[in-house]
């Protein structure tokens, strides 16, 4: 019986299917439409495995052989951010969207935040750059041994992990409605980061540079408050406390440098 019960249980796997809704675009300048496609349902399948199933079988739902949807992917373990993608109207990593957990037909688009350089596959630089302004990195001399660095107390450590885990995914981008083409806004990932190299014992020799960057354009003034960033980020960082937090820092910089004059 239990043997039987295992066949069925087969059977429908293999004749129950996935409906996929995709947003594709063959070239950055070229313009955008949908494409349908049912693939074989497995248990415990995700998007990627969606995706794959497409590539080894590029037939969309009417029959018609195309070109293979293009998409990134890396880790396949929500830590590389490559295949961050937009999953059923929200922003989110395509190896963490369990099928069985999605409403079908599970419409797939790119990221709009960033260019399209085809089909799911955007150009992030915009982030890479962000992280550059706001000088995200420790800064040290390599050219010797310097020995273990400095200790942070247990309680800063904890909370400054959290903010260490982003991995630059774009959802946060994504989400906020002061990132878009007309608007320079950094993005609260590159803030939360700021707030982080400046509450270590060496990146702190930086702190004035990522405040003088914050108060730019693109700067932290340009953040709305909507806080949609919070809700979409995959790790639960905090992102509107380090917005806050360094409001307060870049406003104490302000004063500070005005009563300087």
Not at 56 to 63: E, I
Not at 110 to 116: A, D, G, Q
Request: hydrophobic residues 35%.
């Amino acid at each position: 019986m239990s043997g039987s019960a295992t066949a069925e249980r087969q059977t429908a796997a293999t004749t129950k299917t996935v409906h996929l809704i995709i947003e594709r675009q063959d070239g950055p300048n070229s313009p955008s439409y949908t494409e349908e496609f049912e693939v074989p349902y497995q248990p415990g399948m995700n998007v990627i495995a969606c995706l794959m199933e497409i590539q080894r079988n590029p037939v969309n739902k009417a029959g018609k052989r195309v070109a293979p949807v293009t998409w990134e992917m890396n880790c396949l373990e929500e830590i590389c951010g490559a295949c961050s993608m937009v999953i059923n109207g929200k922003p989110r990593q395509a190896c963490t969207a369990l099928v069985d957990k999605l409403e079908q037909p599970i419409r797939l688009k790119p990221m709009r935040t960033f260019p399209v350089v085809r089909d799911l596959v955007v150009d992030r630089s915009r982030m890479f750059e962000a992280l550059k302004k706001v000088k995200a990195w420790i800064p040290i001399d390599g050219t010797y041994d310097l020995g273990p660095g400095p200790r942070m107390n247990e309680r800063d450590r904890q909370w400054a992990y959290e903010l260490s885990r982003c991995f630059t995914c774009g959802c946060c981008v994504e989400a906020c409605p002061n990132v878009n083409e007309r608007t320079s806004f950094i993005g609260p990932f590159a803030i939360s980061q700021a707030r982080l190299f400046n509450a270590h014992p060496t990146g702190a020799m930086h702190r004035a540079d990522r405040l003088e960057a914050l108060m730019e354009e693109g700067g932290i003034h340009e953040c709305g408050n909507a806080q949609n960033c919070v809700q979409v980020c995959p790790k639960g960082i905090p992102l509107t406390t380090s917005i806050a937090a360094m409001n307060r820092q870049v406003t104490y910089h302000a004063i500070g440098a005005w009563l300087k004059k």
